[in-house]
């Protein structure tokens, strides 16, 4: 058949299967087990997927200072899956949001007249992170001189 050919539904549908793979050139069908084995299923559970080496490797990773982002692609998973696996590790995670204690320290001491940078020294995050937080919380922001806006 050429590629402009008008092409009938027996022949339309013979295209399709063998584009598919599930049926041969010569005509026959392809048993499931000549398939390409891409085609086999994978293990669902994450504690299924990754071995106890492997999961350490990770860790090991984690802590010399990879990004859980470049972790998921190196290893083939989902950033959650890889904070799970660190998490039931018990290993800390970096750049985590304020926690409502946190926030309600923050603002405590911004109010006592401390500034945005030091709160955050304070707490170990970024000026700009207690800012964001503290503002979602509905506290005034005081413009650069202490005053308020």
């Known amino acids: 058949m050429q590629r402009y050919s008008n092409l009938d539904t027996v022949s339309k549908t013979f295209q399709?299967?063998?584009a598919a793979g599930l049926v041969s050139p010569d005509g026959r069908a392809v048993c499931r087990s000549d398939r390409s084995p891409e085609l086999i299923a994978q293990p669902f559970k994450l504690?299924?997927?990754?071995d106890q080496s492997t999961v350490t490797q990770l860790i090991k990773d984690y802590e010399s200072g990879k990004s859980s982002y470049e972790l998921?692609?190196?290893y083939n998973l989902n950033?959650?899956?890889v904070i799970k696996l660190l998490r039931e590790a018990r290993v800390?995670?970096?750049?985590q949001r304020l926690n409502?204690?946190?926030i309600a320290k923050a603002a405590h001491m911004y109010a006592a007249g401390n500034s945005l940078a030091k709160i955050g020294a304070h707490l170990g995050v970024e000026a700009g992170t207690v800012r964001r937080a503290l503002l979602k919380r509905?506290?005034?922001m005081r413009d650069t001189h202490g005053r308020r806006r």
């Open 16 to 18: 399709i299967l063998r």
């Open 47 to 50: 504690s299924q997927r990754m």
């Open 72 to 74: 998921a692609k190196v």
């Open 79 to 81: 950033k959650g899956s």
């Open 92 to 95: 800390a995670i970096r750049n």
């Open 100 to 102: 409502d204690d946190k």
């Open 138 to 140: 509905g506290v005034k």
